[in-house]
């Protein structure tokens, strides 16, 4: 004789917590201090981004006036970072760069994020021919590399940082409106969704009651780790000449302009890229640690 | 005669940060004698897996062993139990199609083996190999040996995985629910090749499973695991014929085979508990239909009572 | 196969036209007006009207398009606005220079990723992990303009290591010139027995490859690291260590041969990444590639060279894409490219 199956009481497995949003960036904060250290380098940068014109030795210079006389002076009590060709306190230079730096990099997230979920938003929860649409274009951008992308249109449109911005701002869209499609998509065909669509709610109103509230989290890294990537990428087009134009406290600039004298007078150079340096790792430290948040398979750290 | 595998008071807490969060092995007692089959059953944690893996020598992330697990002589619980695993232990898991590597040959994943245990060459290694695939009956041993895992069925992998397990004679093989996940025919193939090698070879097998009909198809004894513990012990027959414990009780009770087909089936009420921390007194105490103030007071032995047939029930008649 | 690839094919010269109209469309609705760029802005309006005439500016724009196509296949990509010699021409002299530059870079980041992203599952969440996570994030942080300087700054400067900048010694043209076989320089002084050229060289790339190097390796250290990750978590590893297996071969040989089809997506990503980031290594070490003939080009609206430029980025994008592709399918069996 044998015995059929027997039956299996299921036990009950304790089920994770789950954290989701703020929450759980404070947990990930305080068991992970490399996230914290780089909560700590962005809140740096954003004060100096703010209140620089109040923080900065030699605001005036900072923001480009000459100061011949004091020109080419190493680090030391009176400048910490030394001073430029034209006299001018880098520490200054670099503490005013952040302003222009951080909102340039915010301008971009939020454009790109902007019109990227707008059209992600609507091409999945629509579907049919405008998805079809969206998605080709999307397709296409990104069967390219981004930067070139980005400093091929700033080339056409001319350099300057505010064509830098929108040239970075079409480069990055897709991104979005792909993590938004996808949500809208998988969201579209769930019963409460439908029950709203039944009961007469607009459109918009499903859109932002449902379909955007679930995509936040994977937008928010994204944007995160973006804003690093957009002042690296700023620096880089400025560095070769495609973005702000001296006198600019631009950070990409100001290494260029001292990278001729980088064995001589080393500081011109290695503070500014030191200020980009940092604020790119401290977002991208974030970052990583949010990223716990979109992929819970690597929670184990 | 020694016993081939002792296990004794083997104790398995789960170690989060210092502090003991579950101890899903709570002191087991299990004896396995050379070329014996003896059969591990219990519902899903009761910890029979974990038994396996301990013998085994190779516990999860985060789990601590206690008490001893000796193979022919050998600590199981002590680190250099790496050189005795596929050597003179090996196992085969539940699920075959996730068991071997997608990316290699089974072929290559059997070489590796030999090649750890076997100083063979190369020529030697393909000649071993292909014998343990043919030994397992594969219908194409070559072709199986030159396949992807994925290019073969959950049955033929098995016995591949069985392959894999024998290649270097083993002593006691582990199966792990080996047929849960194949079809009831295939399944029964697979047992019938166990058997078959089994009186070949001579090794020893710790089958564990929740179905109370293989162990009875196959088994010489089985150990009926509750809650981290062995609740019954004995002689496959004797054991299912005529059950002490009330858990033992309650499995054959629930098995459609056992019962008048008018009236409903009998299932265990309630739970396994979900954390074993702590407990006090019988852990079936709560379920027990004989339960009395005792039960939750006193915590039970396995005794003996008739001939080879012990029992972990306060209320047993022991002569 | 064969299907696969002329599908791909078919959708890369796609996309190729699309990018190539829409890039003519740009340069023709811009401010600039070409003509002035080839001439200068101090020249007579007599002069600009005679260019913009032979440079066929004043003919209708599809015109002018499908004109500049039909040079595309005939090998006439025009020619550059500041240098006035052919843009095929300028670019293929260059671009020996910058693929043997890719090449080394990428052969880092590929040995030093994954070299990392292996070590660093080795005890998830401890100190060398740690360690290895900030060294990647750190690379994928930096500027790699900057990182140049700063190494020029520290071995040439402080150490005297190597040299600052260039492909070669200048002597080297004098005392063991380099016989053109390949026109790849490094590649043909290593197979023409050139030793003097071949070891001054490599002393020049040092520097260059590991600063193109640093972005990729953070990103594929990081992406091995997180495929490990997943893989050591599959039954199939616990079967090999319920074998006996040593953590040597668990990790090194099973598990990552399962998590290089993801790893080799990364790589294919940083080989185009590499291709923008070798302008910005190549401006700091005046490094004689495409990279400076670009960045000049594209400040000066230099717009043939910028269209050559945008075909070659797509193509390469395209290609490593592809290439991806390829070497996924023949590293998991379960994938049946079609």
């Not at chain 2, 013998?55 to 697990?69: E, F, N, Y």
């Not at chain 2, 088994?219 to 014929?241: P, Q, S």
Request: with cysteine; aromatic share 8%.
């Amino acid at each position: 004789m044998t015995y059929p199956l027997l039956p299996v009481v299921p036990s009950l497995t304790p089920v994770n917590e789950r954290f989701t949003g703020l929450r759980h960036l404070g947990r990930v904060l305080s068991r992970d201090w490399l996230a914290a250290f780089g909560l700590v380098l962005v809140v740096l940068v954003l004060v100096l981004a703010v209140f620089g014109k109040w923080i900065a030795p030699h605001p005036e210079e900072g923001a480009g006036l000459a100061n011949i006389p004091n020109r080419n002076l190493a680090p030391g009590a009176a400048h910490w970072f030394g001073t430029d060709e034209l006299g001018r306190d880098v520490l200054s230079r670099v503490i005013i760069g952040a302003g222009p730096a951080l909102s340039v990099a915010l301008f971009v997230v939020v454009a790109a994020a902007t019109i990227g979920i707008v059209l992600g938003a609507i091409a999945g929860y629509r579907g049919g021919w405008f998805d079809t649409v969206i998605m080709r274009i999307t397709e296409f951008f990104q069967s390219f590399p981004p930067l070139l992308l980005a400093m091929i249109t700033v080339a056409l449109l001319g350099a300057g940082p505010v064509n830098v911005g929108i040239a970075l701002a079409i480069a990055w869209w897709p991104w979005y409106a792909r993590i938004v499609r996808a949500e809208a998509a998988s969201l579209r065909d769930r019963s409460f969704v439908e029950a709203a669509r039944a009961m007469g709610v607009p459109t918009w109103r499903i859109l932002y009651r449902h379909i955007l509230r679930n995509s936040t989290t994977p937008i928010l890294v994204q944007a995160t780790v973006d804003i690093g990537t957009v002042v690296l990428w700023v620096g880089s087009l400025a560095f070769i000449g495609l973005g702000a134009q001296p006198p600019s406290p631009d950070w990409g600039l100001m290494v260029q302009e001292g990278r001729g004298v980088i064995l001589n007078r080393w500081w011109i150079s290695t503070f500014p890229g030191l200020a980009i340096f940092v604020t790119v790792l401290g977002f991208n430290l974030i970052g990583d640690a949010l990223r716990d948040i979109l992929d819970p398979r690597q929670t184990k750290r | 005669m020694s016993a081939l595998l002792s296990v004794k008071d083997l104790r398995i807490d789960f170690v989060d940060r210092g502090r003991v969060t579950n101890t899903p092995v709570r002191g087991i007692d299990l004896e396995v004698g050379h070329g014996e089959i003896i059969g591990v059953v219990g519902e899903s944690g009761c910890g029979k897996t974990l038994t396996g893996l301990a013998v085994l020598g190779l516990l999860p992330g985060g789990a601590t062993a206690t008490g001893s697990v000796l193979l022919d002589g050998g600590d199981q619980l002590a680190p250099n139990a790496a050189n005795r695993r596929g050597e003179d232990v090996s196992i085969v898991f539940q699920n075959p199609g996730t068991a071997f590597n997608p990316v290699f040959t089974i072929g290559a994943q059997l070489r590796n083996v030999v090649r750890r245990h076997r100083d063979f060459t190369k020529r030697e290694e393909d000649a071993h190999i292909l014998n343990y695939l043919t030994l397992v009956q594969l219908p194409d041993p070559a072709r199986a040996a030159a396949s992807y895992p994925h290019e073969l069925s959950g049955g033929m992998l098995q016995r591949a995985m069985i392959a894999m397990a024998l290649l270097c004679e083993p002593k006691l093989l582990i199966l792990d629910e080996p047929t849960t996940a194949l079809d009831v025919t295939v399944a029964k193939q697979i047992l019938e090749l166990v058997l078959d090698l089994q009186r070949q070879f001579g090794f020893s097998v710790l089958l564990i499973t929740h179905n109370l009909g293989i162990v009875h198809d196959i088994c010489d004894r089985v150990a009926v695991l509750y809650a981290g513990r062995v609740i019954e012990l004995g002689e496959t027959a004797e054991v299912l014929k005529s059950p002490k414990h009330p858990y033992t009780q309650g499995l054959l009770d629930a098995l459609p085979g056992n019962r008048d087909p008018n009236m409903p089936l009998a299932a265990i009420r309630g739970t396994v508990p979900s954390n074993l921390l702590g407990i006090t007194g019988c852990a079936f105490a709560d379920r027990c239909p004989l339960v009395i103030d005792e039960c939750r007071r006193i915590d039970p032995a396995l005794l003996e009572s008739t001939n080879g047939h012990a029992d972990a029930c306060i209320r047993t008649v022991r002569a | 196969m064969l299907r696969f690839t002329l599908k791909r094919l078919l959708t890369a010269v796609v996309v190729l036209l699309i990018l190539t109209l829409v890039v003519f469309l740009m340069t023709r609705l811009i401010p600039s007006n070409p003509a002035i760029v080839y001439v200068g802005p101090k020249a007579p309006p007599e002069v600009i009207a005679r260019v913009t005439a032979e440079l066929g500016l004043d003919r209708p724009i599809f015109v002018q398009y499908f004109e500049y196509l039909g040079g595309l296949f005939t090998g006439d990509w025009g020619n550059s606005l500041s240098t006035k010699r052919p843009v095929l021409l300028e670019l293929a002299t260059r671009l020996p220079a910058t693929l043997e530059l890719i090449a080394a870079a990428m052969a880092i980041a590929a040995l030093g990723g994954v070299t990392l992203g292996v070590l660093a599952v080795r005890r998830p969440g401890r100190i060398l992990d740690g360690a290895i996570r900030f060294l990647s994030i750190g690379g994928v942080s930096m500027p790699a303009f900057w990182l140049g300087l700063l190494l020029q700054l520290f071995f040439v400067g402080n150490l005297k290591l190597l040299p600052a900048t260039g492909q070669f010694s200048n002597a080297l043209e004098y005392t063991n010139p380099i016989t053109p076989v390949t026109n790849f320089a490094l590649f043909d002084s290593l197979i023409t027995g050139n030793w003097a050229a071949f070891g001054d060289g490599l002393q020049h790339l040092i520097l260059p490859a590991i600063t193109l190097a640093a972005y990729p390796l953070g990103l594929m250290a990081r992406m091995v690291r997180s495929a490990m990750l997943e893989v050591l978590g599959q039954d199939h590893i616990f079967t090999a260590r319920a074998y006996g297996l040593p953590e040597r071969v668990v990790h090194w040989k099973l598990a990552l041969k399962n998590a290089l089809p993801s790893t080799v997506t990364v790589f294919g990503l940083s080989i185009a990444y590499a291709l923008t980031g070798t302008f910005f290594v190549e401006v700091v070490f005046n490094w004689p590639g495409i990279g400076q003939f670009i960045t000049a080009a594209m400040v000066a609206v230099d717009y043939p060279t910028i269209m050559a430029v945008t075909l070659l980025g797509a193509a390469a994008y395209l290609l490593s894409n592809f290439v991806v592709d390829v070497v996924q399918a023949k590293i998991d069996p379960r994938v049946r490219i079609s």
